[in-house]
């Protein structure tokens, strides 16, 4: 997050168009060439006026379909709300050849202002209105005979947070039973930094937050957990295949001299800095019938800068809204990956999981050597920010020494990190020394989840954070060898980002010696890759060995109470007297000429989206909402209709 907690990835998405040019610049060039679909954007005024604006459409641009974890969409059909069952038991057996799947989608939107919007750490990039809702896609894939099942849940999120995780266990628990799992169930954020923040447990991610939002938080459980009841009601025999290739011109390395630090011998056999395969996941019904797809692609998946104020899913999310409208079919990257999918997935649902203390991990570094995991710390160059979010500060990236300033600030303020943390994370000259901070709650995660589920070939890898190009290739291809090295051949490992619980990056040992922003946030010292590998490897050998059972689950994470309140006021707005929310005090026009850009435009009045603005849309004004909107929704910009 910039400033504080500086932009998240290994990958900057070299995307051609901003998604904030699609309200103005990118409307206006594009309008005359496709069909277009309607988007109201909420103005937000105070005392309950806003104004309504609708956007001819959004234009024919590839969009980016993938990060470090995982994209997800899935049909318009999966998208409707399906009765949620009580019902726990596995689907019966039927006599058929694939898997249960189950999709589901649901609204975790929540609030869209008063609210800081998570990814930058900017002071002041609070939500003022809604360019795009925010949705959590949920796919349950389930043995033919029941016997085993899994849920991945993608939520259109910077990342997600353990309070989170921790909070919708426990209520599939509470309905499910033992069907829904630590072990069995996946949250992935597909690390839009357009999403609300204040739903972490941890101090410095609520500090960067502006303290915690139990209304945000409620929301979000309450979306992640409704999509997961739909998919479950959904579940229907299908088949899932599987298909792999090469997206080019969509990424770069925004740390390419980190990269170089890695050895010459092991750069030489790739031909790139960035990791260009993605991975697809195609699900179909037995009657051939689109259910869903999830994509993986190493990317840092952010198009909205941060000056944006708009909560919007960003280029991940777009992607996923265009395939489920089915517009802009064959323009998506990846998308005849999709379309070519034949290599059919077959073999039973596995999963295996494990909170491990990530402050003390003894690493096998070889034979005569052993290492261990820190404490969690931040360098200097994390405040430096990123190439694609410079902090401001005089700081810069590359930084092995410390400040004399900015250490006289923060031993006064937090105190001085001990000897122990210093040498333990050289050559990381130490900013803040938060896995010694304790005050109000730690200020950094030292229980974390590692969590591997396994369907038929494929190995879903849930990394809490985000991996640099080299990091993820030396990963995967140990994982790999793991489980070929038990009898699970030709395995295919993918990295699924931003998972479970954050902990910032995982560079190679050779690129933490740089110690620029990826590096300096390595929290758990330059050893956190071998120590990742090793514990991942763990979890690969106890699949392919059928040991899960004899397993440590680990020490439980904590759920903080009390946590620090949301710094940003929580206004109460009332409409004007003689006025009521929902009411329209301009309505658009009946007709309207067709002109190369046409606007077209209603006032109405509407409460503030925090004071009142649930999953389902605004509290006590759905209906007139709905009515007073019609008119715009029912209007077809086309040259045909508006021709007079």
Request: with cysteine; glycine share 8%; proline share 5%.
């Amino acid at each position: 997050m910039e400033s504080f907690l500086s932009r998240f990835g290994n990958a900057l998405s070299n995307q051609p168009h901003n998604l904030q040019g699609t309200r103005s610049k990118i409307l206006h060039d594009h309008l005359l060439s496709w069909e277009v679909n309607t988007v109201l954007i909420p103005r937000i005024r105070r005392n309950g006026k806003a104004y309504l604006l609708l956007l001819g459409g959004i234009p024919h641009f590839p969009a980016d379909s993938g990060n470090h974890g995982s994209s997800t969409t899935q049909g318009p059909a999966a998208t409707q709300t399906s009765p949620i069952t009580h019902i726990s038991e596995p689907p019966p057996s039927q006599n058929f050849s694939g898997y249960y799947i189950g999709v589901g989608r649901a609204d975790c939107t929540g609030q869209v202002s008063d609210i800081n919007l998570m990814g930058y750490g900017k002071s002041g990039q609070n939500a003022q209105g809604l360019l795009t809702r925010l949705y959590s896609r949920a796919f349950i894939l389930a043995d033919s005979d029941g016997s085993n099942r899994m849920a991945f849940v993608s939520v259109e999120l910077c990342m997600i947070s353990q309070r989170l995780r921790l909070e919708v266990l426990k209520r599939l628990q509470s309905k499910y039973g033992s069907l829904y799992r630590r072990d069995n169930v996946i949250l992935s954020g597909t690390h839009t930094h357009s999403g609300p923040a204040g739903y972490f447990q941890y101090t410095l991610y609520i500090l960067a937050s502006e303290g915690f939002s139990n209304r945000t938080f409620q929301y979000l459980v309450s979306g992640i957990v409704k999509s997961i009841e739909i998919a479950h009601t959904n579940l229907k025999p299908g088949k899932i295949f599987i298909n792999k290739g090469n997206v080019a011109n969509v990424q770069i390395n925004r740390s390419p001299s980190s990269y170089l630090q890695n050895p010459p011998s092991e750069r030489a056999r790739y031909s790139s800095d960035t990791d260009k395969e993605m991975v697809v996941l195609k699900m179909v019904d037995l009657k051939g019938e689109d259910l869903g797809l999830i994509s993986w692609f190493a990317i840092h998946p952010v198009s909205m800068n941060n000056s944006n104020h708009l909560v919007n899913s960003d280029n991940m999310g777009y992607a996923a809204y265009l395939f489920e409208q089915e517009k802009n079919r064959g323009y998506l990257p990846g998308q005849e990956l999709h379309d070519s999918a034949s290599q059919e997935v077959t073999g039973p649902v596995f999963a295996a999981h494990q909170w491990v203390n990530m402050t003390d991990v003894s690493v096998q570094i070889n034979a005569t050597h052993v290492a261990k995991t820190c404490k969690p710390a931040l360098g200097y160059s994390f405040a430096a920010g990123t190439i694609d979010g410079v902090s401001g500060l005089n700081i810069t990236q590359g930084t092995t020494e410390g400040d004399l300033f900015w250490d006289t600030i923060r031993d006064q303020l937090l105190g001085k990190p001990s000897e122990e943390i210093i040498e333990c994370h050289k050559p990381k000259p130490i900013l803040l020394h938060t896995g010694e901070l304790t005050k109000p709650h730690p200020w950094h995660p030292d229980i974390v989840d590692f969590q591997i589920v396994t369907l038929g070939s494929l190995a879903i890898a849930a990394i809490p954070g985000e991996f640099t190009t080299m990091s993820g290739r030396r990963f995967r291809e140990a994982v790999k060898k793991e489980f070929e090295l038990y009898g699970m051949k030709d395995m295919t490992v993918v990295v699924s980002g931003l998972c479970n619980v954050y902990t910032h990056y995982i560079t190679t040992y050779e690129e933490y010696q740089a110690q620029r922003y990826e590096a300096a946030s390595t929290i758990y010292g330059p050893h956190t890759l071998s120590a990742y590998i090793q514990l991942f490897s763990d979890l690969a050998k106890a699949i392919a060995t059928d040991t899960v059972a004899n397993m440590s689950s680990g020490r439980e994470p904590p759920f903080f109470e009390n946590l620090i309140a949301t710094l940003i006021p929580n206004i109460a707005d009332r409409a004007p007297i003689g006025r009521q929310f929902g009411e329209v005090l301009q309505a658009a026009k009946p007709e309207y000429r067709v002109r190369y850009h046409i606007t077209v435009s209603a006032v109405m009045m509407l409460m503030a989206p925090q004071a009142s603005f649930s999953n389902d849309g605004v509290d006590g004004t759905t209906d007139r909402l709905a009515s007073a909107v019609l008119l715009l929704t029912s209007i077809s910009i086309s040259t045909e209709v508006l021709q007079k």
